[in-house]
């Protein structure tokens, strides 16, 4: 099994720039993807970001520019930069980890971020 906690999400200030954090534990191996999904009120869950093994990165057209994801692979983490939010990024963040040999996903609980104007 493995286990995702985020933190760092929030009310925020249009332009403000938080950063999300999704601590992963448990039976986790270096052949991994990790990023985060986020989900607005009324619509369908939206891939935000991606961060491979090796550290390639892939971004929804939506957040290019103002996000960007890392991992620091010796503590287990993968970070949301967010910069120039705007009151569409409000929703709630998903961090989740799919172990590339079987594509089997894990998800966090979420945290929600909201964006005030």
């Known amino acids: 099994q493995v286990q995702l906690v985020e933190s760092g999400g929030g009310l925020v200030q249009a332009g403000g720039s938080p950063r999300l954090s999704c601590v992963v534990s448990g039976s986790i191996d270096s052949t991994n993807i990790m990023g985060w999904y986020r989900q607005a009120p009324g619509k369908q869950r939206e891939l935000v970001a991606t961060v491979a093994p090796g550290g390639k990165t892939n971004y929804a057209d939506s957040v290019k520019g103002r996000f960007t994801i890392s991992r620091d692979t010796d503590k287990s983490t993968v970070y949301l930069q967010m910069n120039s939010l705007r009151p569409e990024d409000t929703a709630v963040y998903y961090c989740?980890?799919?172990?590339?040999?079987?594509?089997?996903?894990?998800w966090g609980q979420g945290t929600q971020v909201t964006v005030s104007s």
């Open positions: 989740y980890y799919v172990r590339i040999i079987n594509f089997q996903y894990y």
